[in-house]
Structures are given as C-alpha cells and as structure tokens.
C-alpha cells in the first residue's frame, strides 16, 4: 500500500509559510513583551498551544490524504471521549460507549472508500438508530431519552461533523485547479480560526452591548459583527485563491461561514454552561480541551463543505463542474 | 533488583503514560501541587482499579520507585503471578485489613516506608464501592499521619475511572479521567480534626471537578 508522497501546491505552501510566519511573529512580539517585565503565563501556553496544534494539522496534510483521515479520526476520538466525559452518562451504558467509539474507524473506512453516499448517512441514520436500539436491548429505561440524546449529539458533533473536514481530502482532484485538495482543508481550518481569534479581539477592544448573556457571557455585538466582517473579508478575497470558489459564490461562503462558527461556539457554551463545566479538559494548555478548540469547526465544517460541493462539485453528485 | 526497577520504569514511561494520555486522557488541575520528593501521602477517592494506575502515571518516571500504593494483602496476595504483579511490578505495600491480637501494628510498613522517603498512596475508603460514589473514609491515615506530622498529605480528587472500569467489569472504556490536586495538609494533633480537614478538603476539590449531574429541576 502505499501513499503518494505528494509535494504541497505552492498555495498551500504559501499558506502554511504565512501562518507559522504569523504565529512566529505574535511569539516574538509576546517574547519581547516579556523582555519588559509583561506577557501573562496564559498567553506564553496559548501561543505554544499554537505551534503543536498547527504542527498537527500541517505535517500530515503535507503527507497526505490517508494520514490526514488518521490523524482526524484521533482527534475526533479525543473530542468524542471529552464528551462523553464531561455528561452525566448511565453507568450501565458502557456498551454504548465502546460503539459509539467504533462509529469512528467505521466512518473513516467509508471515507477512504471515497463512498459519498454512505458516509452522508452512516452517522445520522444508521448510528443514529443502531445506538438508539442497543440501547433498549438492556432494559434500563430510566432517563432513557437524555442518554441517548447525550449519544446523538456527541456523535453528530465530533464525528460526523469533523468527518466533513477529512471528507475534503478524498474530493475529486483537479476541481481546485494546481492548488490540491490540501488547500482546500486550510482554507476551512484557517478561516474557522481566524473567526474565533477575531470575534475574541473586536469583542476585548469594543465590546460593550452582550449578545447572550446567559449562555455566553463574554460574547458581544461588537466582537461578533467585527469577527464576521473580518473574517467574511478574509473569506471573499482569500476563497477564489485556495478553493474552487468564485465570484459571486464566494460572497455567499463569506456571509454565512462566520456566522456558523460563531453559532457552533456559542452552542457548545450552554452545553457547557448547563452540565456546569467552564472546559471541556485540560488537554491544551491555555486553551482547554479539544472540543474547546473545536467547537466552532463542528458547525463551519459541515456548512462549508455542502457549500462548496453544490456550487462547484456538480451540485452533490461529486465530479467537477 | 536494578534490572526489574529499570524495566518498570521503561513500562511506565512507554505504555503506561501513553495509555494514560492517549487512549483515555487527562484533565489534570493543579499540577503544580503534586509532590515532588519523597515522603508524602497521597490520599484519593477510589472507584476502580484504574485509580492506582492514573495516579502513578501523575507522577515523574524517575519518582517511581519511591511510589507506594497502600493494598490489602488479603485481596492483592492470594499467590501466583498477581501477587509477583503486586508486590514486584506494581510496586504495592501490603497491609493486612484484620488485626490480630497478638501482632504489632498493621501499619508498621507504612511508617517504615515514609521514614524511607517514599510516597505512599492510600485510598482511605477502603474498597471501591459503588461506581463514582464516594463512602467514608477510615480512619487508619489519621493513625500514620499522626506520627508523621511533618509529612505533607494531599489529597487528590479522582473522576471517571470508576465509570471507564467500574468494580466487576474486566473491559477498560476509554473515559477522560480528572485528577484535581488539593493543597498539601499536615497532622493537626487531633483526629477527628484532621478527618474534617480532609473531607472538606475532598469536597472542595469534587466542585471543581465537572458534576456529572444534571442541573435539579424546579417543578
């Protein structure tokens, strides 16, 4: 079996070479902060956060679409557990747990098939119902419901969902052009996070009027209209460069991805807020958990992708148009 | 002896951590207070077998062979290659639940170990009980803590590891577990003082760990 070693497009290069040239920018600028006596501990663990959660995603983007689907279905298996660990579970529904794991390298396997069709349902209806029924084959029918819907979401969420971004490496190749499927991964990941890191600054600088105060206290209009601005900016210029995306589709991608992000944030925010936890784990220091980090990829990822699969892949019949 | 202290530490740091991060995970609060030297107690809730394994793994490699988990000989003893596992690979100080008459304190080996520098590991509720819940403790610490004044007892809240590998059940499920470390206590002088002080210690640390409950519901 074997992989092609494939060489990064100069896009993704060039992205790759931009965002560590910004990240170590900020760590200087944070380094000669501390020269001067300032720069918070907090900071110092955030932006080494930084450096491995995007070492983690570069390198096998680089190798390929295969480690790539690898290293997701790991991360969506940590994303899963936190879950999984942070709700009130029953006990007796260990079995479910092990199968709601193995819903993972189920996934995976289909999307290395390529087989479109199956991963589109293998998780909302199949798993959806194959949990669902296991569950009862027990007999324990007390809070039968939100157990099984504590099941459904973490599922939706940090599999099916994030199987959106492995998804994206097994395109057809050649709808993007020279710039490669890699790319396209990016160009999600990058415009994700951006979002979350501008709706966090124009919130910090202008943020006065909340937005939804008992569900997430720190979210502002100010923060939330200047992180779509910027990032829907980010995304009408950027777009056409890195993905199948033109004018004036891309108009359409820049208007609705910032606001799914900020969506997916705040929704993770009052599950939090009611199983009264602040993060999801300690596993990223200065950032939380995994599906602290993640929270707003498991909303953009999957509009993103049925976006650009009906404007530029021959609407869902998957080959180029 | 320097052969197998090695190979433990080579298990330890290749598997054990490993599995520890990786195929569960941790959510560990308050690193900074876990001891670093030898002696010390550490005293945790205990719901599985999986909670002498996580707590281990808190620890640096190289503080291994001073770790002591504390075990009842009656149950981790009955001979063969669990008790070589035990004593040898484990590293377990047993004591015998029991107290005969005629023989000297149960708990002499815990003293002997501190006086040695090692870290002893003691689950004060005895066994594991039921899943996630936490019983009384006994108050057999309170007895070693006495005459060790100085040495610092932390307390150390654990969650999940009942729920990954509950009492009875052989299947390990990959759970994230939370180890939250509490502010090292020291003997007071008095017992029941320093039982208060421990379970208040205790619940203090549950709070910060996620409820795991649903909010009560106002009808």
Known sequence: MDFPLSLPSNTSLMAIILIYGLLGLASLVYLFQKQKGGGSDELAARLGSWWVIITLMVVPLMLGALPFLLVMSFISFVALKEFLSITPGRIEDRPIVVAAYLTIPLQAFFIWLHAYGIFLVLVPVYAFLALAYLMTTYGKVERFLPSIGIFHWALMTTVYNLGYVSYIMFLPEGCNGTAGNAAIVLFLLIATQLNDVAQYVWGKSFGKRKILPSVSPNKTWEGFIGGWASTGLFIAVVGPMMTPMQFPENLLFAALMPLAGFIGDVTMSAIKRDLGVKDTSSLIPGHGGALDRLDSLTFTAPLFFHLLVFTSYGSFAMSCS | MSLLQNFRKAIMALICKPIAHFWFGLNLLHKERLPEKGPAIIIANHNSHLDTFLLL?????SLLDRLKPVAAADYFLKGGFSSWVSLRLIGILPVTRERKREESD?????????????????????????????????????????????????????????????????????????????????????????MDQLRSAMAVLKEEAPPLKWPEQES
């Open chain 2, 106 to 194: 149960p708990l002499q080996a815990c003293y002997r170990a501190l006086e040695r520098g090692d870290i002893l590991i003691i689950f004060p509720e005895g066994s594991r009980g039921a899943p996630e819940e936490m019983s009384n403790f006994k108050t057999g610490i309170a007895r070693i803590a006495r005459q060790f004044p100085e040495v610092p007892v932390v307390p150390i809240y654990l969650q999940n590891a009942g729920r990954a590998l509950p009492k009875g059940k052989h299947i390990p499920v990959p759970f994230v577990f939370t180890a939250i470390i509490g502010e090292a206590l020291t003997y007071p002088g008095d017992r029941a003082e320093f």
């Open chain 2, 57 to 61: 793994t808190l620890f640096k490699t």
